[in-house]
């Protein structure tokens, strides 16, 4: 029998049928469930003994993040809405699962104070703070620059830019030399869809963030670098994430024809985090089923 596994069918080619979910979405709700390698992920110890946090480990590509830095060995935080705790539980059995602590941070991360009191907890909880994954992001769809109301615009750039900038200034008093922090950016950093105007500003943002963060942090032994995902199956989607003619045939005009699922990311992150990347600095790590990214 062939060892391979072919990526055009390793996992399904979903096509999901037309739902909406309020912000932020749980991955409990979506239909199709999204894999989040709960079955699948199979740790090798490599990143034993670390603390990390994951703002929205809940779901979707945070969560597939949390469960396999748990099973290779690290402490993990998640922070989330407080909307999310049933996904929320789900992560931090899976964490605890794993033989590791867990700690949840329900909270509001546009808020300044939230942004230092989960890093805050963390250090409290884990004695310490090693990996740091800015992931949080909003994203709410609509038909031209003239229909953004401006209460949305603000509440897009501070769940994504200003919590990423103040989670990271907060870490960074705790972290020391071997630490990494990596961004959730996006294909829309590159390729903006009009319908995402603003969330795709926050995606290039996050992504330029971490290549000039990146050069400062470099000569102090800390790294900084992204993850580019494409078309992921996740609850950012269908709660007012995208119009529903796209839900529907979802991710599928990626070159692999279909869209990824969440645990075909966790690999990415833990590459970053580990020390098999010590030589990789302000890279962006592009998963996008094919897209290129320039
Ligand atoms: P998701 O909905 O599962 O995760 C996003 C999380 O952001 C939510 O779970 C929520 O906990 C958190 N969040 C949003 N606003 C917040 C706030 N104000 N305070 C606290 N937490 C907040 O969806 P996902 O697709 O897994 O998104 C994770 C990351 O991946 C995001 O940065 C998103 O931009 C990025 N991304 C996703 C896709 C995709 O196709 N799904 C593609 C490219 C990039
Ligand atoms: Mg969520």
Not at 13 to 35: N, S, V, Y
Not at 81 to 108: H, N, Y
Not at 183 to 212: E, R
Request: glycine fraction near 10%; hydrophobic fraction near 35%.
């Amino acid at each position: 029998m062939s060892p391979l596994n072919d990526p055009r069918t390793l996992h399904p080619k979903i096509a999901p049928p037309e739902q909406t979910q309020p912000h932020p979405g749980l991955d409990r709700d979506l239909e199709p469930q999204a894999d989040i390698g709960l079955e699948s992920y199979q740790g090798n110890g490599r990143l034993k003994g670390r603390r990390a946090l994951i703002t929205g480990g809940d779901s979707g590509i945070g969560s597939a993040v949390a469960v396999a830095f748990a099973r290779e060995g690290a402490d993990v935080a998640i922070a989330y809405l407080p909307e999310e705790e049933p996904d929320a539980q789900r992560i931090v059995k899976a964490i605890e699962d794993a033989g590791q602590k867990a700690l949840a941070l329900p909270g509001d991360l546009c808020e300044l104070e939230q942004c230092r009191k989960i890093v805050d907890e963390t250090v409290q909880a884990f004695g310490g703070l090693d990996i740091l994954v800015n992931n949080a992001s909003r994203q709410i769809w609509h038909e031209g620059i003239e229909n953004i109301p401006d209460e949305d615009f603000d509440a897009t750039m501070k769940s994504n830019i200003y919590s990423s900038y103040r989670v990271t200034k907060a870490a960074l008093e705790h972290m020391e030399p071997g630490s990494s922090i990596i961004f959730t950016s996006s294909i829309q950093a590159y390729q903006p869809s009009p319908t995402l105007l603003d969330y795709a500003m926050t995606k290039a943002a996050m992504n330029n963030l971490s290549k000039g963060l990146a050069q400062e942090l470099a000569p102090k032994g800390i790294r900084v670098n992204a993850v580019a995902p494409g078309p992921i199956w996740t609850p950012i989607q269908p709660s007012h994430g995208q119009p529903q003619e796209k839900i529907t045939s979802f991710g599928q005009s990626s070159s692999l024809g279909r869209s990824g699922q969440p645990a075909e990311l966790a690999g990415a992150y833990v590459f970053l985090a580990s020390d098999e990347a010590s030589y990789v600095m302000g890279e962006t790590l592009a998963v996008t089923g094919g897209t290129p990214t320039p």
